[in-house]
């Protein structure tokens, strides 16, 4: 495989390398906070004993790297460019070479990040993934807000050009390069989940390289956009001009609050998918089910500040993001309904990539479900930033997206590599995830309810020591070893199928959408996307590529 | 709340027992809350288990009239959580404090709470961040040409009466941290260029942990204080010995 390429299928690939990449590092720092957390004295082989600034930085950087290169490159780049313009019938991308630019910067983003991790001298930034300022904004606000600050600044500038302009490419790619017949009412799910996230990217990525651009030049040009007058850190007035620490909170919400559905959209679109595919099922109000992933996608520009509820907002202003927040639960809830009538006939083969999909559902509800909770502020003043909340979104965010990129790898690993992936190892690294990740961030919620806030390195503290949570703490570590343990039987599937698996058919799972279909013949599209249920009630399935034999 | 008692005697984490007037209806709604969602998860898995172990494809589609009929009745649920929780924000937010609240400063600074009261003459001095200067007794940089600020007194523990309401004036030095008493089901950011105000009654006396929420530096984890609520009289004197003491020490 050439490495300079333009071919969106390679691309795609070298995403979800680079996505690879990315959660290795991601996971082995979560599991060093976690092993600190249960045995805070002890030192760590390779690492030395853990400062309070380290276990910080571990944080930052996992939370980074977690949120922007897993969970943004995989679902959305690594997949759409893996099989979007083959699902719509085009040629390939509207612009591939501005695709191959935006994955090239995502690699220089991702370096420039990992790099603050050994070159520079205070380490890595300990502002946590939201960077809020003035801890962000002063190099002697905390070791790590130095050059590391610096270095995240840049990455994550370099990432909002590079999503910016993949979704530039993907936008068009939708709109513009469908094949005759590929109207709105035929797209698989996952394109409308793209169409989506990409018209976000445009408008979230825009509005968080200006909020990076604008904390650059306060550190370094002597702007105080966000630095108040007389703020006084560590004996010395650095607060010259009268800036907000609130204004980065809007603005960053603004993009991080879209990022969740950046992140979980792609992996709803192809649950749909994959729940058709495997139930044999037509997807039931279809139509309804595309609307609702775009009333999610607009909905989730208005609802940033129920991140805020506590943070010096005004009080009204609490009570209008809490009702838009509880809006964005009505179309949620008519997705997970929808998928659950769909799945309620049984009949389902049950498949590696289909338990994932189903792993997905399982995750969305349970972490989706405390989101209406969260989204009271009278409730939040009290779990705001802490372990619920982290129980809330690894749950609805990260389990439900890493399972989704799971199904996705699972289910379309022919195409990459003409080989299925053993079904035996499939089926058991699904299992042990699934209970394993369970049993990481189910727990969590206890120790919110305990009152845990976020960011703590340890328990004990001056007031307050938490002895109840000591067990359960416990519990949370070796589950969360558990859990990444698991995922080397996942890399050792990849890696011995792609040499030895099974030949994959043409259409190993029978599906119905032009990614399967196996020559690229210019046919106008006649069919729409989950054909699979037969009028006459018979086993059998129209794919997309078919056309309609009319009787005359 | 019983609840949550029979739920701590279970070994379950819980909210630690409150001590505030408000606490109560947190308290309630949080369990309702929570029992209502597991509910609902505990169905919606029970549905996927039926389905995954039906292995054989049911004729005939899922009734349009059931789904929406769950939907309708999820959204009933979502107004209801809405309604009641907004109702308890509203009391506890839109308005302020009654006349008669008693006013304490909480000043964050990386990494410790600060507690100011305004002395006998119940106006706070000013403040400028020039003349902060801990190590000469001076952590809140208070003006001493100002006169309301000779009577200041500043504590690191925030000591309350009990049944009194209190209105919180919040803010921060620095950087933005978190105020958070979970005994009093209270929590605000201290936003450096922000003053803001948060009120509350606490009812029962004793001692409640005070943690900042919000990533604040490397000592984030160790900044924690102490609440100590006491009854009226016992308040009383205690507050009457610290304004004699600050009275000598400032030579009035």
Known sequence: MKIFTTNHRALGILYLYLALAAVGVGTILSLLMRFHRVWPNVTIPFFGLMKPEDYLALVTLHGTLMVFFVLTTAPQSGFANLVLPQQIGARGMAFPRINATAFWMTVAAFLVLVSGAHTTSGGVAISGWTSYPPLSAIPSAGPGQGLGMDLWLISIGIFCVASWLSAVNMLATILGERRAGMVWSRLPMTVWAWLVTSILSLLVFAVLLAAVVLLFSDRHFGSSFFIPAGDLINGRIVGHGDGSPLLWLHLFWFFGHPEVYIAVLPGMGLATSLFANFARRRVPAYLAMAGMLVAIGLLGLVVWGHHMFVSGMNPYAGTAFALTTMAIAVPSTVEVVGWLAMLWGGGMQLRTPMLFALGFLSFFIAGGLTGPLLAQPALDAYLHNTFFVVAHFHLVMAMAGIFSVFAGIYYWFPLMSGRLMNETLGKLHFWISLIAAYGTFFPMHFAGLAGEPRHYDRLAGPAMSFPSLIPVERGITFSAMLLAAAQLIFLWNVFASARSGRTAANNPWRATTLEWAAAADRKCIERGPYEYELPSGQEGFHPQWETIVREE | ?252
């Open chain 2, 1 to 252: 709340m019983a609840a949550g008692f029979l739920l701590q005697l279970t070994g379950v984490p819980w909210m630690p027992s409150d001590g505030a007037l408000h606490g109560p209806v947190v308290d309630r709604l949080m369990f309702w809350n929570l029992v209502a969602l597991c509910v609902a998860a505990l169905i919606a898995h029970l549905w996927l288990g039926f389905a995954i172990f039906r292995r054989q494809s049911a004729v005939g589609k899922f009734p349009a009239m059931i789904r929406w009929g769950l939907i309708a009745s999820f959204c009933l649920m979502y107004a209801w959580m809405a309604l009641t929780a907004q109702r308890l924000w509203a009391a506890n937010r839109y308005f302020g404090p009654s006349t008669a609240a008693m006013q304490v400063e909480v000043v964050g600074e990386q990494f410790q709470w600060y507690f100011r009261y305004p002395g006998t003459d119940a106006v706070f001095g000013i403040t400028r961040p020039q003349l902060v200067n801990a190590a000469a007794g001076n952590p809140l940089g208070i003006d001493v040409r100002d006169p309301h600020g000779a009577d200041d007194i500043v504590s690191s523990i925030l000591t309350l009466p009990a049944g009194r309401e209190v209105d919180l004036q919040l803010r921060s030095l620095d950087v933005i941290h978190g105020f958070f008493i979970p005994g009093m089901r209270l929590k605000e950011n201290t936003v450096p260029g922000m003053m803001l105000h948060v009120h509350f009654t606490p009812v029962s006396p004793g001692t409640y942990p005070i943690l900042c929420s919000q990533v604040c530096g490397l000592g984030h984890q160790r900044m924690q204080a102490r609440l100590l609520v006491l009854p009226a009289a016992d308040f009383d004197s205690w507050l009457a010995g610290r304004e004699q003491a600050q009275a000598r020490r400032t030579g009035q």
